[in-house]
């Protein structure tokens, strides 16, 4: 199976960095090719603009979907953008690695998709949800948290964790296609001792050990 990584988190020692590198570990030691972006590492830019883009469609006015459709059609996408969106159409499963910060995606994770997730390439002419461009692709979000599990829950502090991820799974992935596996989430890291880490990098591994054979969760039910 052809998998792809992406890594949102700015230190590499971090225990988001920490279960990257598990998760690459393992997969390829199961026979399976791997493709990683490390969004910092690489300096991904996550603004938007015309630099998204070697062609131009209006130069008077700047609609990136009208030049996203364009690009798509005469191959117009900036080098680091056509890098990303090859790594995207060429993986069946999808991981984005990250923490969960102000009940959404790093700004960096989310610039990656303003600008990798582009009208006529990804989406559009027809093409969402079922019959979306990334039908037959699966995407899982793993993730840390700042708060315990009981924050998470349904009537804790910060609500239903499912709810808050939803726009993510069904606004991004499943608008463009993909099948969503049920999140993988480590509650409050910063909290655990050594010990608890390394249960929480032994329980990824044996999810990953059997990752091509779990089912798409129904993000639809949250």
């Known amino acids: ?10 230190e590499p020692k971090s225990f988001n960095g920490a279960l990257l590198r598990e998760a690459h570990r393992i997969l390829i030691k199961l026979g399976h090719s791997v493709q990683t972006s490390d969004l910092y590492s ?3 830019n996550p603004v938007s603009n ?17 030049e996203e459709g364009y690009a798509s059609e005469v191959g117009g996408f900036a080098p680091d953008l056509e ?11 999808m991981i984005w690695q990250f923490p969960l910060w102000w009940f959404g995606l ?3 994770l989310k610039g990656w998709v303003d600008r990798t997730f582009a009208m006529g390439r990804t989406y559009g002419n027809g093409r969402f949800y079922e019959t979306g ?7 899982l979000l793993s993730l840390t948290t700042g708060g315990a599990t ?8 910060n609500g239903d964790i499912h709810s808050i991820l939803r726009p993510i799974q069904r606004g991004i992935l499943q608008f463009t296609g993909f099948s969503v596996l049920s999140p993988h989430i480590v509650y409050g890291p910063a909290h655990h001792d050594q010990a608890g880490r390394m249960k929480e990098l032994e329980r ?8 091509d054979q779990e089912e798409p969760c129904d993000v639809g039910h949250y």
């Open 204 to 211: 990824y591994a044996a999810r990953l050990q059997q990752i």
């Open 50 to 66: 015309r630099h998204n883009f070697t062609t131009v469609k209006d130069p008077d006015f700047f609609k990136p979907q009208t």
């Open 1 to 10: 199976m052809n998998i792809f990584l992406v890594l949102a988190h700015p």
């Open 42 to 44: 690489i300096g991904f």
């Open 83 to 93: 890098t990303e969106l090859q790594k995207i159409e060429w993986c069946d499963l």
């Open 150 to 157: 009981s924050h998470c829950e349904k009537g804790g502090w």
């Open 106 to 108: 790093p700004a960096i």
């Open 133 to 139: 461009v990334f039908k037959g692709k699966r995407a």
